[in-house]
């Protein structure tokens, strides 16, 4: 039986791939932080099928401890400060545990157990202000806020130890992806929240910020597939995982409304832009200019063309059924919260 340990376990992406192996049969073990009240994220489901140890990123001898009780045989970095938003307002918290989190872990299992396969989260935010379209493993880095810049150190620290020290270690360079489980300051899931909650007269609208924005989004469910596939290669390399499309923030919010029966009607522009629900001539969507950020990544596409040939990795869901679930989704969860 393998050993596995996930870092951001109780998160949307550490959830989903705790599911997978647990039905491949693995012995997972997850680290969590201590706080003051129990808060098992989205593996309430599974608190007693794995194993938590209480750990930090910015703590090595916590992280060498996590090791040796694990004794893991694949190591996957998934716990990040992951909201580009709050990078701008904890610069500092952002660079010490997703940069040099990562040097921390990957200390840890060159201490107790080098031979151990190391799954790195990296971003396509490193990629930022886009250099070339589409995005590849090739393509030069450009990261526009803090998080893409610590993301780009733990990046390339996890690359360095590849090459310096032997070990076998991986970075996914992983595109847009959301789920039912996304956080709600994520603005995917803030638009499907505020879909469900607007089409059950509980919201008037809901504000964004750069509608126009473009994204490469894909389901978690399907990306975690190919973060455990690159861990099973004879050879540790690096990957982008992508769906080969791109979608405006816009076209995201047409489909979570339409989700729930509300069919958007665009007027205005920049910030005067309005979203009109067809049926009733009411605003659901209002642009507010404080959700842009200090500096916009505007489009992301990624190429997952050595992901599909050399993992044989695809993705099972399309861009409308990821939103349609997470707006279904959001539906059911404001009606049972209402008592509706």
Not at 118 to 145: D, H, L, N, W
Not at 205 to 226: I, M, P, Q, T
Request: proline letters at 3%.
């Amino acid at each position: 039986m393998k050993h596995a340990l996930i870092t951001g376990i109780t998160g949307q992406d550490g959830s989903y791939l705790a599911e997978l192996l647990l039905e491949k049969g693995y012995e997972v073990y997850g680290i969590w932080r201590r706080k003051s009240t129990v808060d098992y994220g989205n593996i309430a489901h599974l608190k007693d099928k794995i194993h938590l140890i209480y750990a930090d990123m910015t703590d090595i001898v916590s992280l060498i401890s996590a090791m040796r009780i694990s004794q893991a045989d694949e190591v996957y970095n998934l716990a990040a400060q992951s909201f580009v938003a709050t990078s701008w307002e904890q610069p500092i918290a952002t660079a010490e545990i997703d940069a040099l989190g990562v040097t921390n872990l990957l200390e840890a299992i060159r201490t107790v157990k080098p031979e151990a396969r190391f799954y790195q989260a990296s971003t396509s935010e490193m990629f930022g202000k886009v250099q070339a379209i589409p995005q590849c493993e090739t393509t030069p880095f450009y990261p526009r806020s803090p998080y893409g810049v610590a993301k780009l150190y733990g990046h390339w620290i996890t690359k360095n130890y590849r090459e310096s020290f032997g070990l076998f270690t991986c970075s996914g360079i992983l595109f847009n992806h959301e789920s039912e489980r996304r956080g709600k300051e994520f603005v995917t899931r803030k638009i499907t929240d505020a879909a469900a909650r607007i089409s059950l007269g509980l919201q008037e609208y809901v504000e964004l910020g750069n509608l126009d924005a473009k994204r490469d989004w894909g389901h978690s469910k399907d990306y975690v597939r190919a973060m455990w596939l690159m861990l099973q290669q004879d050879e540790p390399d690096d990957y982008v995982v992508a769906t080969g499309e791109t979608r405006s923030v816009r076209e995201f919010a047409e489909c979570a409304f339409r989700a729930v029966g509300i069919e958007i009607e665009w007027q205005g522009e920049g910030v005067d832009t309005l979203g009109i629900n067809k049926a009733n001539g009411k605003t659901v969507v209002r642009i507010n200019p404080k959700f842009y950020r200090p500096a916009e990544v505007e489009l992301l596409l990624g190429d997952p063309t050595k992901a599909e040939t050399k993992l044989g990795w695809k993705r099972d869901i399309s861009f409308d059924e990821l939103v349609t679930r997470m707006a279904k989704n959001d539906l059911e969860l404001v009606k049972n919260e209402c008592g509706l």
